[in-house]
């Protein structure tokens, strides 16, 4: 009886130093203005950005009219149009004697990091003006990249957005850094988009992230604070200091886990994994390469190359690429080019004519004083130089193609024959 009694002091002035110590790490947090993160609610708007909101067949768009500074990585003042792009408005009516161009993309084509008049599409469109083709005619480029799309939402945007502006050629970007992952539901760490697999032999939509819960769609941005009870975890500073500790552990192994996997986007694929995303990935382009072909309008890709590749000092490239037993820093460009060869579309890689631009001028085409420099996304000479490069080549290619801006589909017809 002793014992029991001496036990059940000891518990108790035990859980009574436990309830202290909380009390005063309460209010010691607060005294001290130390906040956390707050218990994720029942529903959450799935978008990367202020700038974007949750879409039901994309994942997330652009909101429409949303205005503001972006300062993360460059600095611009970003406005999205009525119909939510990153773009001044523009009336799916085309204007008479207009050339139009879609132009479709990930973050690189979305451009949040500079000013909108000095990105890549609004460099094309007084350059592209000049080609003997289109004289004469206005060049208009319509801006519908959205931050970490894949091919999957790129196709999607064509086929449910893109054709109301009746454009007269289709560009699409494709980012060698991660459109290979964001197109694999095994390897993108974000599942809340839509994703294509092979079906017997057909690529086919799977839209099963719609019925996602917050806590599924974002292993790295969720706590295992988020699985307790939301009054609790709302009235406790302790808790929240521990998600806000928990969630910048993520954040830093998801940056470790995305740098192993951005190495794999340079090598031959030996992996199941990335063998099925490459897969997707050729699928995709050449559908949406049968899209483009059946509105009778053309299909221009060009490939951007990740900021390693295109560094401007050949020994760190060089060191990069012999640590991480890369053969072919333009492995990608190659195997993306090759699915044109075969389809029949054009693929301009972007990635050998910047690596060679940056060595002799010694110049970063990627990164921002307020970011890390030669990282991350082209700055504006990064833009400019890519303007350039497009516009040589889209008037190469509109001079020798049978199908021009000023034909009606009769013309084209017989100019087929």
């Known amino acids: 009886m002793q014992k029991y009694k001496v036990w059940k002091e000891t518990f108790f002035l035990s859980l009574a130093g436990v309830f202290t110590g909380i009390m005063i790490g309460e209010i010691g947090l607060r005294v001290a203005k130390i906040e956390g993160v707050q218990k994720m609610p029942d529903y959450v708007d799935s978008a990367p950005t202020d700038f974007h909101t949750a879409d039901p067949d994309l994942g997330w768009w652009h909101k429409p009219g949303a ?52 990105t890549f599409w609004a460099e094309i469109e007084p350059k592209l003006a000049q080609c003997k083709p289109l004289q004469g005619k206005k060049v208009e480029a319509i801006n519908f990249g959205v931050h970490g799309y894949g091919t999957a939402q790129e196709l999607i945007v064509l086929q449910k957005k893109v054709w109301d502006y009746s454009p007269d050629l289709v560009l699409l970007g494709f980012f060698n850094g991660n459109d290979i992952i964001n197109n694999s539901p095994k390897l993108e760490y974000d599942p809340y988009r839509p994703f294509f697999v092979y079906k017997d032999g057909a690529l086919v939509g799977d839209m099963s992230f719609r019925q996602l819960s917050p806590v599924e769609r974002n292993q790295y941005a969720v706590s295992w604070v988020d699985r307790l009870p939301g009054w609790l975890v709302n009235h406790s500073r302790i808790l929240q200091l521990l998600k806000k500790i928990d969630l910048n552990m993520k954040k830093e192994k998801l940056s470790q886990d995305f740098t192993r996997l951005s190495v794999l986007n340079f090598k031959e694929p030996t992996d199941k994994n990335w063998q099925d995303a490459w897969q997707v990935t050729e699928g995709l382009l050449e559908l949406m390469n049968q899209e483009v072909k059946q509105k009778k309008v053309p299909f221009f890709v060009f490939t951007i190359g990740d900021a390693m590749s295109v560094l401007p000092d050949p020994k760190t490239r060089q060191n990069f690429t012999q640590t991480n037993k890369i053969q072919d820093l333009f492995y990608p460009d190659k195997r993306v ?10 693929v301009l890689n972007l990635s050998p004519t910047f690596q060679q631009y940056a060595e002799q001028q010694k110049v970063c085409l990627h990164g921002f004083d307020n970011a890390i420099l030669c990282q991350g996304h082209w700055n504006i000479e990064g833009h400019r130089l890519a303007g350039e490069i497009i516009s040589q080549n889209l008037c190469q290619f509109l001079s020798n193609t049978s199908v021009s801006p000023q034909s009606t589909p009769e013309k084209q017809k017989k100019n087929n024959k």
């Not at 009336?91 to 909108?116: H, N």
């Open 337 to 346: 080019k090759s699915v044109g060869d075969r389809a029949g579309f054009p």
């Open 67 to 118: 205005s503001g500074w972006w300062t993360q990585e460059g600095k611009a003042f970003i406005q999205m149009n009525s119909a939510g792009l990153r773009d001044r408005e523009h009336s799916k009516e085309k204007p008479k004697d207009t050339f139009r161009i879609a132009v479709l993309g990930d973050s690189f084509t979305e451009a949040m990091q500079i000013p909108v008049e000095k």
